[in-house]
């Protein structure tokens, strides 16, 4: 059996053959396996692990064996059953009672086994605790969440406070701080709005916040329209100077406005010119008359004040005229600004994003309205150096539209190979329509032009004068050079620097245009190259000729001597 020093040696050797193994370095379910008291007990593990070596004679002497010791432990049981029995049904009777009792009372079904008043306690709890603490919970998650809002308008107090902030400088005069206000909104609106106020996309959340923000941002643009409004009426105010003016514009032009309201210097000029056309030959006339004496009553007391200050203040009032007029358009006499062309630069007046067609119109009614309030004035005829200073203004202003104007046509020539669409001409295929619009182009530009110099600013009138040889020769070269970049223009179309060559989808606005494709495939080289030499072709030998003797009909020069 063992000398007994380790108790799980006892209980596996139950056959008695001196059998010693050790399960230390066995797993928990090979040791449940082998050993007798386990409910998981397998003869077969046991005999495989304990007695894998023994004989058939050894299984014989321990079956022996454990038949004996099975008989001795019974009869150990039998002795100590017989010893206590009197004990076991005591305690038997007494369990039966105590079973009984609390059957009948303490487990009985009406009290759902005694669980019936402890549930009735713990609702009675849990009825109280809600009355006590959930208020408080309540409490505190309405603080968590106003922490947490707090916390959010903190961060985005920038943009929630933008539409008072702004009203605030608009109020104050101070436009450029408004103006920057605006665009840092709308970054942070455009670019970054989970940092105003961070949330899951899609959420309820995320559209709450949405709703927010377009509220916000209604009142910022509402705010802004105020802004754009006050601007333009500061462009028609004639009080103020050419610097605040400027700075409107600027304004006005980072705001995104159109060209419309940036054009508001005709209503400058034209209420000017209103101005000096009926309110100042009134007072001259009124004033006239008092010089002369017609408004005196015989043996009237002298008011002390000279007749010769009408005439003085009418001059300064033309001298005002004069001055606010050449300051803002920058005028300068017409030999100064002869001597530096070619150093010159499109004028500040001119609004950003201005074109040739546009400046040709606009330009026009300007001096319309200026040459109608020169004319009423010198038709007064209130001093020479009053008839002198008006027709320099003229003069000047009309060299200067003249500058611009060819300034910009220079400019558009040299970008307007960027309108061909490689449109071919139905009548004559080896053409494109390129070549028409340049035609119209030029044809518009030196019309106005000529208007320009010639003082027929007047759209309906069919009148032809004889300009200047100055302005002559600026329009004369100018249209020389815009049809020199013509030319360069086609060469441009024929390069690789070919707007289609470089990715532009020409080829599809054809088909848009037109609704046909393209017979050719204008992404190559070659292609484009015959056409432009088809269209240089007929430059030369149709266009140009045209253009030539028109520009020489109309200003009675030949090209020769220009």
């Given at each position: 059996?063992?000398?007994?020093?380790?108790?799980?040696?006892?209980?596996?050797?139950?056959?008695?053959?001196?059998?010693?193994?050790?399960?230390?370095?066995?797993?928990?379910?090979?040791?449940?396996?082998?050993?007798?008291?386990?409910?998981s007990?397998?003869?077969k593990?046991?005999?495989?692990?304990?007695?894998?070596?023994?004989?058939?004679?050894?299984?014989?002497?321990?079956?022996?064996?454990?038949?004996?010791?099975?008989?001795?432990?019974?009869?150990?049981?039998?002795?100590?059953?017989?010893?206590?029995?009197?004990?076991?049904?005591?305690?038997?009777?007494?369990?039966?009672?105590?079973?009984?009792?609390?059957?009948?009372?303490?487990?009985?079904?009406?009290?759902?086994?005694?669980?019936?008043?402890?549930?009735?306690?713990?609702?009675?709890?849990?009825?109280?605790?809600?009355?006590?603490?959930?208020?408080?919970?309540?409490?505190?998650?309405?603080?968590?969440?106003?922490?947490?809002?707090?916390?959010?308008?903190?961060?985005?107090?920038?943009?929630?406070?933008?539409?008072?902030?702004?009203l605030?400088?608009?109020?104050?005069?101070r436009?450029?701080?408004?103006?920057?206000?605006?665009?840092?909104?709308?970054?942070?609106?455009?670019?970054?709005?989970?940092?105003?106020?961070?949330?899951?996309?899609?959420?309820?959340?995320?559209?709450?916040?949405?709703?927010?923000?377009?509220?916000?941002?209604?009142?910022?643009?509402?705010?802004m329209?105020?802004?754009?409004?006050?601007?333009?009426?500061?462009?028609k105010?004639?009080?103020?100077?050419?610097?605040?003016?400027?700075?409107?514009?600027?304004?006005?032009?980072?705001?995104?406005?159109?060209?419309?309201?940036?054009?508001s210097?005709?209503?400058?000029?034209?209420?000017l010119?209103?101005?000096?056309?009926?309110?100042?030959?009134?007072?001259?006339?009124?004033?006239?008359?008092?010089?002369?004496?017609?408004?005196?009553?015989?043996?009237?007391q002298?008011?002390?004040?000279?007749?010769?200050?009408?005439r003085?203040?009418?001059?300064?009032?033309?001298?005002?005229?004069?001055?606010?007029?050449?300051?803002?358009?920058?005028?300068?006499?017409?030999?100064?600004?002869?001597?530096?062309?070619?150093?010159?630069?499109?004028?500040?007046f001119?609004p950003?994003?201005?074109?040739?067609?546009?400046?040709?119109?606009y330009?026009?009614?300007?001096?319309?309205?200026?040459?109608d309030?020169?004319?009423e004035?010198?038709?007064?005829?209130?001093?020479?150096?009053?008839?002198?200073?008006?027709?320099?203004?003229?003069?000047?202003?009309?060299?200067?539209?003249?500058?611009?104007?060819?300034?910009?046509?220079?400019?558009?020539?040299?970008?307007?190979?960027?309108?061909?669409t490689?449109?071919?001409?139905?009548?004559?295929r080896?053409?494109?329509?390129?070549l028409?619009?340049?035609?119209?182009?030029?044809?518009?530009?030196t019309?106005?032009?000529?208007?320009?110099?010639s003082?027929?600013?007047?759209?309906?009138?069919?009148?032809?004068?004889?300009?200047?040889?100055?302005?002559?020769?600026?329009?004369t070269?100018?249209?020389?050079?815009?049809?020199?970049?013509?030319?360069?223009?086609?060469?441009?179309?024929?390069?690789?620097?070919?707007?289609?060559a470089?990715?532009?989808?020409?080829?599809?606005?054809?088909?848009?245009?037109?609704g046909?494709?393209?017979?050719?495939?204008?992404?190559?080289?070659?292609?484009?190259?015959?056409?432009?030499?088809?269209n240089?072709?007929?430059?030369?030998?149709?266009?140009?000729?045209?253009m030539?003797?028109?520009?020489?009909?109309?200003?009675?020069i030949?090209?020769?001597?220009?």
């Amino acid at each position: 059996m063992g000398d007994g020093s380790n108790p799980d040696v006892d209980a596996f050797d139950a056959l008695g053959l001196g059998v010693q193994i050790d399960t230390s370095r066995m797993s928990v379910a090979d040791k449940a396996s082998i050993l007798i008291s386990s409910k998981s007990f397998d003869p077969k593990a046991y005999l495989t692990a304990i007695h894998p070596n023994a004989t058939y004679q050894d299984l014989n002497t321990g079956i022996n064996y454990l038949r004996r010791a099975i008989d001795a432990r019974s009869e150990a049981v039998r002795v100590l059953v017989e010893e206590n029995f009197d004990r076991f049904v005591a305690v038997k009777s007494s369990t039966d009672a105590l079973y009984q009792d609390m059957k009948d009372g303490l487990l009985a079904d009406n009290t759902e086994f005694a669980t019936k008043s402890i549930k009735e306690h713990l609702k009675n709890a849990a009825s109280k605790s809600d009355t006590v603490f959930l208020p408080v919970l309540e409490n505190a998650e309405k603080a968590a969440k106003l922490r947490s809002t707090l916390g959010v308008f903190e961060r985005s107090k920038f943009f929630f406070n933008l539409p008072g902030s702004l009203l605030e400088s608009i109020q104050a005069g101070r436009y450029d701080v408004a103006l920057r206000d605006y665009k840092k909104g709308k970054y942070l609106l455009e670019s970054r709005p989970g940092q105003l106020l961070p949330s899951s996309p899609g959420s309820n959340t995320d559209i709450q916040q949405k709703r927010i923000f377009d509220k916000v941002w209604s009142a910022v643009e509402k705010t802004m329209d105020q802004m754009k409004a006050a601007l333009l009426n500061r462009l028609k105010e004639t009080s103020r100077t050419l610097d605040e003016h400027e700075k409107t514009i600027e304004i006005l032009l980072e705001l995104s406005t159109s060209d419309k309201p940036i054009w508001s210097t005709v209503e400058l000029v034209k209420s000017l010119s209103e101005v000096m056309g009926s309110t100042v030959p009134n007072f001259w006339k009124i004033a006239k008359g008092y010089m002369e004496g017609r408004y005196k009553k015989p043996g009237a007391q002298p008011s002390g004040r000279s007749p010769s200050q009408c005439r003085t203040m009418v001059l300064d009032i033309v001298r005002s005229y004069i001055v606010l007029l050449s300051e803002f358009f920058s005028l300068s006499d017409m030999a100064a600004s002869v001597a530096s062309t070619k150093n010159a630069t499109l004028p500040k007046f001119l609004p950003t994003g201005s074109d040739s067609l546009t400046a040709c119109h606009y330009l026009t009614r300007i001096l319309g309205e200026m040459t109608d309030s020169v004319n009423e004035i010198l038709g007064m005829e209130v001093s020479d150096e009053t008839n002198a200073g008006l027709r320099s203004l003229l003069e000047t202003a009309t060299w200067k539209f003249e500058e611009t104007l060819c300034a910009v046509w220079l400019r558009d020539s040299q970008i307007f190979f960027h309108l061909e669409t490689w449109e071919q001409k139905p009548e004559d295929r080896s053409t494109t329509l390129y070549l028409g619009r340049m035609h119209q182009f030029q044809k518009y530009v030196t019309t106005a032009a000529y208007k320009i110099a010639s003082g027929l600013t007047d759209a309906t009138s069919t009148k032809q004068r004889q300009i200047p040889a100055e302005f002559s020769n600026k329009i004369t070269k100018s249209f020389l050079d815009s049809l020199y970049s013509f030319l360069d223009g086609l060469v441009h179309l024929a390069s690789d620097d070919s707007p289609i060559a470089q990715g532009l989808k020409v080829q599809a606005l054809v088909e848009e245009s037109t609704g046909a494709t393209p017979l050719f495939d204008l992404t190559k080289n070659d292609t484009r190259l015959l056409l432009v030499i088809s269209n240089l072709t007929y430059l030369n030998e149709s266009l140009i000729p045209v253009m030539l003797n028109q520009i020489q009909s109309s200003f009675g020069i030949v090209m020769d001597d220009a």
